[in-house]
């Protein structure tokens, strides 16, 4: 692939689609990637072929109405598509992709970066029998096939996402055994006043709960899970009283969607020399970019949940900021949008992330036998030891233990580790940075990246004499 565009965005969710969208119309020749089949994201995800008769909601209504404008913009779209290198060479970008099983490399002026969070769950006992889903995991199931979970399910977390899990599962005919939250009421209390300024979203979780309510489903405030039962698939649930420490109700269900928030995606950003830091209000270590999404590096632009959880609202609003911001900074006659909406919902999604900040009885449910790392098999103790022993960083528990080495790259045991580092070396988790990112940044078949070559034309020195 040898065009050389303007701006290349990566990620089609709300915030690079709306980047893509407004920098095509103000005249910039730009290219989506993205891994999955249609722009969406995973809030605005599009659904199956098979479903598409079913009822639209408002994700779906805001998700087709941008894949519309995106089908009918000047913007390339390139579905099905892998990042997994970014370098810059010269005054361009040059980025490595895979597509249709073969690596390409495109190259464009400008770069923006919208590739969103990833779902943090708090391991316990048992979260990894077959059966457990996390909570962002089951919203993907609904959206794009209008798959349950289970036939009767627990659903346990932090935040907004709980309730909308467990009333989606109610709208779709699954059976709710029971809500179990860490979260007590008047944490939600406390959260109120930044949610005057977004009164849909207010009322749609006002739905969800009176949903709940109305069909008697028990809601457990200030509990959390603490064991899963079962060997080869889950029978049953063990909760606790936060506030009492002590023992709450047990439940029979062969499915459990556990979850503790959303992680910003910052590998990227951070590999480009973006700098970090820590902020759990936004879902904890964010790179540092205007709300328009202007950084530090020269020709690098971030929007949405990449830089911080703010939500679908915020996301798609920064997208359309970063999208004028980048196409003015090449020359191109742009909007400037107005801020004010962009931080009326930031205020709404900081409130919302806030109720899923690290909490230190949720971390202490975490046993010495429960697995951290998932890809290397390593537990708690595994961990604890490397610790111990005088590895007080991420990067050292990696290079001793391989803890980030498998499949995931570290995307789902970095933020246990980092946790895990501070409280035995009596930090605070701001002081241990995440792991050093490097390529690739996604996983890619080995063959695939060395691309095509013959081994017999490689330059092998003749061996040097004795």
Same mark, same amino acid.
């Given at each position: 692939m040898s065009d050389l565009y303007d701006i290349a965005v990566v990620g089609t969710g709300p915030a690079g689609g709306n980047a893509a969208l407004v920098a095509a119309q103000s005249g910039a020749h730009v290219v989506m990637l993205d891994e999955q089949p249609a722009p969406g994201g995973q809030v605005w995800r599009g659904k199956s072929s098979s479903i598409l008769s079913a009822p639209a909601t408002p994700e779906t209504t805001a998700g087709n109405a941008l894949r519309t404008a995106l089908s009918e913009s000047a913007a390339t779209h390139l579905a099905d598509t892998r990042v997994w290198d970014i370098r810059r060479d010269g005054d361009? =970008?040059?980025?490595?992709?895979?597509?249709?099983?073969?690596?390409?490399?495109?190259?464009? $002026?400008?770069?923006?970066?919208?590739? *969103?969070?990833?779902?943090?769950? +708090? !391991?316990?006992?048992? =979260?990894?029998? !077959?059966?457990?889903?996390?909570?962002?995991?089951?919203?993907?199931?609904?959206?794009?096939?209008?798959?349950?979970?289970?036939?009767?399910?627990?659903?346990?977390?932090?935040?907004?996402?709980?309730?909308?899990? /467990?009333?989606?599962?109610?709208?779709?005919? *699954?059976?709710?055994?029971?809500?179990?939250? !860490?979260?007590? $009421?008047?944490? =939600?209390? $406390?959260?109120? !006043?930044?949610?005057?300024?977004?009164?849909?979203?207010?009322a749609r979780g006002a739905v969800w709960m009176a949903d709940l309510m109305l069909a008697r489903v028990p809601i457990l405030w200030g509990?959390?899970?603490?064991?899963?039962?079962? +060997?080869?698939?889950?029978?049953?649930?063990?909760?606790?009283?936060?506030?009492?420490? *002590?023992?709450?109700?047990?439940?029979?269900?062969?499915?459990?969607?556990?979850?503790?928030?959303?992680?910003?995606?910052?590998? /990227?950003?951070?590999?480009?020399?973006?700098a970090i830091r820590n902020d759990p209000t936004l879902g904890g270590w964010v790179p540092i970019a205007d709300a328009d999404g202007a950084t530090a590096v020269d020709g690098l632009y971030l929007c949405g949940d990449g830089c911080g959880i703010r939500g679908a609202t915020a996301?798609?609003?920064?997208?359309?900021?970063?999208?004028?911001?980048?196409? $003015?900074?090449?020359?191109l006659s742009a909007p400037t949008p107005s801020l004010r909406p962009w931080q009326r919902a930031e205020r709404f999604g900081r409130a919302m992330t806030a109720l899923s900040m690290p909490r230190a009885d949720i971390q202490a449910l975490t046993t010495q036998d429960t697995i951290l790392c998932r890809c290397e098999s390593l537990s708690r103790a595994d961990i604890s030891a490397e610790v111990t022993n005088g590895a007080n960083s991420t990067n050292a528990v990696k290079s001793g233990q391989r803890a980030g080495m498998g499949p995931c790259g570290g995307k789902y045991c970095q933020t246990v580790i980092a946790a895990l580092i501070a409280a035995q070396a009596g930090k605070s988790t701001s002081d241990v940075p995440p792991p050093t990112p490097r390529p690739p940044l996604r996983p890619v078949p080995l063959g695939q990246a060395a691309g095509d070559f013959d081994y017999d034309d490689l330059p092998i020195p003749k061996p040097a004499p004795l």
């Amino acid at each position: 692939m040898s065009d050389l565009y303007d701006i290349a965005v990566v990620g089609t969710g709300p915030a690079g689609g709306n980047a893509a969208l407004v920098a095509a119309q103000s005249g910039a020749h730009v290219v989506m990637l993205d891994e999955q089949p249609a722009p969406g994201g995973q809030v605005w995800r599009g659904k199956s072929s098979s479903i598409l008769s079913a009822p639209a909601t408002p994700e779906t209504t805001a998700g087709n109405a941008l894949r519309t404008a995106l089908s009918e913009s000047a913007a390339t779209h390139l579905a099905d598509t892998r990042v997994w290198d970014i370098r810059r060479d010269g005054d361009r =970008w040059s980025l490595q992709i895979l597509r249709n099983s073969a690596t390409e490399q495109l190259t464009c $002026r400008s770069l923006v970066l919208a590739t *969103g969070a990833r779902e943090y769950v +708090q !391991p316990i006992p048992g =979260w990894t029998t !077959p059966g457990v889903i996390g909570l962002a995991g089951a919203t993907s199931l609904f959206k794009q096939t209008l798959s349950l979970p289970g036939k009767r399910t627990v659903v346990s977390g932090t935040g907004p996402l709980v309730f909308f899990v /467990a009333s989606e599962i109610r709208r779709l005919g *699954g059976e709710v055994v029971a809500v179990v939250t !860490p979260n007590s $009421r008047a944490e =939600w209390a $406390r959260a109120a !006043p930044s949610m005057i300024g977004q009164p849909k979203l207010l009322a749609r979780g006002a739905v969800w709960m009176a949903d709940l309510m109305l069909a008697r489903v028990p809601i457990l405030w200030g509990h959390a899970v603490t064991e899963v039962a079962g +060997q080869d698939h889950v029978t049953g649930i063990k909760t606790t009283n936060l506030k009492r420490a *002590g023992s709450g109700p047990d439940f029979d269900a062969d499915s459990l969607c556990l979850g503790n928030g959303l992680i910003p995606q910052i590998e /990227a950003a951070h590999m480009l020399g973006v700098a970090i830091r820590n902020d759990p209000t936004l879902g904890g270590w964010v790179p540092i970019a205007d709300a328009d999404g202007a950084t530090a590096v020269d020709g690098l632009y971030l929007c949405g949940d990449g830089c911080g959880i703010r939500g679908a609202t915020a996301a798609a609003l920064q997208g359309a900021l970063a999208g004028a911001r980048v196409a $003015r900074d090449l020359g191109l006659s742009a909007p400037t949008p107005s801020l004010r909406p962009w931080q009326r919902a930031e205020r709404f999604g900081r409130a919302m992330t806030a109720l899923s900040m690290p909490r230190a009885d949720i971390q202490a449910l975490t046993t010495q036998d429960t697995i951290l790392c998932r890809c290397e098999s390593l537990s708690r103790a595994d961990i604890s030891a490397e610790v111990t022993n005088g590895a007080n960083s991420t990067n050292a528990v990696k290079s001793g233990q391989r803890a980030g080495m498998g499949p995931c790259g570290g995307k789902y045991c970095q933020t246990v580790i980092a946790a895990l580092i501070a409280a035995q070396a009596g930090k605070s988790t701001s002081d241990v940075p995440p792991p050093t990112p490097r390529p690739p940044l996604r996983p890619v078949p080995l063959g695939q990246a060395a691309g095509d070559f013959d081994y017999d034309d490689l330059p092998i020195p003749k061996p040097a004499p004795l």
